[in-house]
């Protein structure tokens, strides 16, 4: 502990960038956000409400932390110009200290242009003004969505005036995670991270339904070595509990997220979820190759028509697979352990059906049903 102390203090003089980033998402972000369910529909009492439910659900004890709200929550800015928030957020503070009291975090929502994506107050010309707001009302994440901020600035800057709000949040010395969301333009896994941003979106936006997923889920692959600890690709908050795709859909919706060190953010209403949904969600096992602490993001080791294999490196050697049914009928995926450098006998555990199926030679195979997963960990 107190070398660890010692470590950072030495490491912070002497100015190393990314440790702010690492303290705050060592592994990828979890939590909650209003956006997918509730779009504008979203109020404090909602919001006292679902961070009731991420505890007494288990979803807190089982890592998700943050409860974020999405756009739609501004006001008008006061005479100096300080951002409030509207009628139905009566009193922001109040609403973080009950969050807060709960043993989670909050995260708000703001747009680098003059309105957010659904015309609400931005932070154009207000940055720092707006960080240090934040930080007084006890705020710890912020989704930044470039939104109109294409009227005002050239494509080119988008870098620097996401920068501009990273800094103006570092400048507050609130630990803040920091959420770039400008869809994947200009290659932003190549620069986000130098942008100050913890995660970052790689596509436009999911909807609950299995084609969004897939086709967010096929724009992914080769993206793997621009993720790492304090900064993460971000395929889009999970629709799992929606009621747009199946159980077997949501579980493979999951697996995929997690095969992807992918932030986990549930978009459900928490209040209300079906008990297989909050086992899908709360599945430990599954989590834990999310939140592994090599911190390295996985990639697709073998494609035959709609039959896929995902394969994630964990800590102490071994492995996460996810074998992916992507087509209409049933059908036996294979995984190679040569496909992703492996050799000889290996221990296989079933991560859904929490079994070990033994030790096996050379490959595995399984019978994977129609759009779904059989997600191991191999020894
Ligand atoms: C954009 C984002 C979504 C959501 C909405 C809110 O579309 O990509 O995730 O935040 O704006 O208006």
Redo the contacts with the bound molecule.
């Keep these: 502990m107190l070398r660890s102390l010692f470590t950072s203090t030495a490491l912070a003089l002497m100015g190393i960038p990314l440790l702010h980033a690492q303290q705050l998402a060592a592994t990828p972000p979890m939590g909650w956000?209003s956006?997918n369910h509730f779009?504008a529909r979203i109020d404090d009492q909602t919001v006292r409400q679902i961070a009731d439910a991420m505890v007494s659900s288990g979803m807190r004890d089982a890592g998700y932390v943050y409860v974020n709200i999405?756009?739609?929550w501004q006001g008008a800015r006061d005479t100096q110009g300080n951002i409030q928030s509207n009628a139905r957020f009566p009193d922001m503070r109040a609403l973080v200290d009950y969050v807060h009291a709960k043993g989670l975090k909050i995260g708000i929502?703001s747009s680098p242009g003059p309105k957010?994506?659904?015309d609400f107050e931005g932070s154009y010309k207000h940055e720092e003004q707006d960080a240090r707001t934040y930080a007084a009302w006890g705020i710890d994440y912020l989704?930044y969505?470039w939104?109109s901020a294409a009227k005002v600035y050239p494509r080119t800057d988008m870098p620097r005036v996401y920068k501009l709000m990273a800094d103006a949040l570092k400048a507050t010395g609130r630990p803040i995670v920091f959420s770039l969301?400008q869809?994947g333009l200009d290659k932003v896994w190549e620069w986000g991270a130098q942008a100050g941003g913890n995660l970052w979106?790689t596509t436009?936006?999911i909807s609950d339904k299995w084609a969004s997923m897939q086709s967010i889920v096929s724009k992914q692959n080769g993206l793997e070595k621009y993720a790492g600890p304090g900064h993460w690709n971000d395929p889009?908050?999970l629709e799992v509990g929606n009621g747009g795709m199946t159980d077997t859909e949501y579980r493979t919706h999951m697996s995929l997220w997690c095969l992807l060190a992918a932030p986990l953010l549930a978009g459900n209403d928490l209040r209300s979820m079906t008990a297989a949904t909050q086992a899908i969600l709360t599945n430990r096992e599954v989590i834990a190759i999310d939140r592994d602490a090599l911190g390295r993001q996985g990639y697709r080791i073998a494609k035959d028509g709609a039959n896929e294999v995902w394969a994630k490196p964990l800590s102490g050697g071994e492995w996460a697979v996810g074998l992916v049914n992507a087509g209409p009928e049933t059908a036996k995926v294979t995984v190679r352990w040569k496909d992703f450098g492996l050799s000889g006998k290996h221990r296989v555990r079933d991560l859904w059906e929490h079994r070990d199926r033994g030790a096996h030679k050379d490959e595995f195979w399984y019978e994977v049903p129609a759009h779904g997963v059989v997600l191991l960990r191999i020894k």
Excluded: Q, S
């Design positions: 956000n956006w779009e999405d756009d739609t929502y957010t994506c659904a989704k969505d939104c969301c869809y979106r436009g936006d889009d908050m």
